[in-house]
């Protein structure tokens, strides 16, 4: 859930921040896949981290 949650702030920020700099709807989708990774990736070391304290 984690995960999902990271890559959809990702995606909502890379879009938010392509409209900003008036890019066209390919340049949307670009930044939205660079953030979505960038955030998935936060996301997986966020949840390795949880486990690792819990377990």
């Known amino acids: 859930m984690i995960i ?3 890559a959809a702030l ?3 920020l890379g879009i938010t ?3 900003k700099r008036k ?3 390919l340049d949307m ?3 939205a896949a660079g953030y979505g990774i960038a ?3 936060l996301g ?3 949840t390795i981290i949880i ?3 819990v377990s």
Do not use: D, K, P, S
């Open 44 to 46: 997986i070391l966020v």
């Open 4 to 6: 999902l949650a990271f």
């Open 39 to 41: 955030f998935v990736l």
């Open 10 to 12: 990702g995606i909502f």
């Open 51 to 53: 486990e690792r304290i």
């Open 23 to 25: 890019g066209n709807r």
């Open 29 to 31: 989708a670009q930044y």
């Open 17 to 19: 921040n392509a409209r």
